[in-house]
């Protein structure tokens, strides 16, 4: 393995996404046209390898019944680390029906998965098939997504989908412990930068108790 590889490997680990302009940050002093030259030959080489435009990683070889098999890369890890979070930095969350579905409000498994990012300057997005689903689409945040606003933000999201008084006494109780685990001020400070019609629903989920 080359020393190019190496410095990649050591940074970034195998069998991880890692993205040309990480690539490009690790080596600062090369020109693009030589670093795509680096980039290309140990791509030739088998040494890394490319899931997506712009994507690459190390291959990860695991044993297998006795047999050394490469282990593909994993495209929900690719999502994870380009729109919601890495390294202990967060910049986005899962939104729409499978964040309905991870919180316990909603039975459906989604076919198509919506991501709200700090990482998107378009209102809306779609980015087609990937991991599984039938479609990815990212949003623009209307507020910066970090560690200390994100269950706030999940909470105002459920809030504002979530048919409330028509929820079942399980889906209920889930929005409710969703609701008690986080911060009431915060939420109001991010309402700000919502439309009315989203305020008008977190004023009804406290009538109705979610946040009692």
Same mark, same amino acid.
């Given at each position: 393995?080359?020393?190019?590889?190496?410095?990649?490997?050591?940074?970034?680990?195998?069998?991880?996404?890692?993205?040309?302009?990480?690539?490009?940050?690790?080596?600062?002093?090369?020109?693009?046209?030589?670093?795509?030259?680096?980039?290309?030959?140990?791509?030739?080489?088998?040494?890394?390898?490319?899931?997506?435009?712009?994507?690459?990683?190390?291959?990860?070889?695991?044993?297998?019944?006795?047999?050394?098999?490469?282990?593909?890369?994993?495209?929900? =890890? #690719?999502?994870?680390?380009?729109? @919601?979070?890495?390294?202990?930095?967060?910049?986005?969350?899962?939104?729409?029906?499978? $964040? *309905?579905?991870?919180?316990?409000?909603?039975?459906?498994?989604?076919?198509?998965?919506?991501?709200?990012?700090?990482?998107?300057?378009?209102?809306?997005?779609?980015?087609?098939?990937?991991?599984?689903?039938?479609?990815?689409?990212?949003?623009?945040?209307?507020?910066?997504?970090?560690?200390?606003?994100?269950?706030?933000?999940?909470?105002?999201?459920?809030?504002?989908?979530?048919?409330?008084?028509?929820?079942?006494?399980?889906?209920?109780?889930?929005?409710?412990?969703?609701?008690? =685990? #986080?911060?009431?001020?915060?939420? @109001?400070?991010?309402?700000?930068?919502?439309?009315?019609?989203?305020?008008?629903?977190? $004023? *009804?989920?406290?009538?109705?108790?979610?946040?009692?």
């Amino acid at each position: 393995m080359n020393g190019f590889v190496n410095i990649l490997e050591e940074k970034f680990g195998s069998g991880t996404p890692i993205f040309t302009e990480e690539i490009a940050a690790t080596f600062p002093a090369i020109s693009e046209v030589a670093l795509f030259k680096r980039i290309n030959k140990a791509l030739s080489s088998g040494t890394i390898k490319r899931s997506t435009r712009g994507v690459y990683h190390i291959p990860k070889m695991v044993n297998v019944l006795g047999t050394m098999r490469e282990m593909p890369l994993d495209q929900m =890890a #690719v999502l994870k680390k380009r729109y @919601l979070s890495s390294d202990g930095d967060v910049y986005g969350y899962y939104s729409g029906l499978k $964040l *309905e579905n991870d919180a316990g409000i909603s039975p459906q498994v989604p076919g198509a998965i919506e991501i709200v990012t700090n990482r998107e300057s378009s209102r809306k997005r779609s980015i087609g098939p990937c991991a599984g689903y039938k479609d990815v689409v990212v949003r623009r945040s209307r507020i910066p997504v970090t560690k200390d606003n994100v269950e706030e933000l999940r909470v105002i999201d459920l809030i504002s989908c979530a048919p409330i008084a028509a929820l079942e006494d399980y889906q209920f109780q889930a929005l409710r412990n969703k609701a008690k =685990a #986080v911060d009431r001020t915060k939420i @109001l400070e991010c309402l700000d930068v919502y439309p009315a019609s989203v305020t008008k629903k977190f $004023l *009804e989920s406290e009538r109705l108790g979610v946040f009692a």
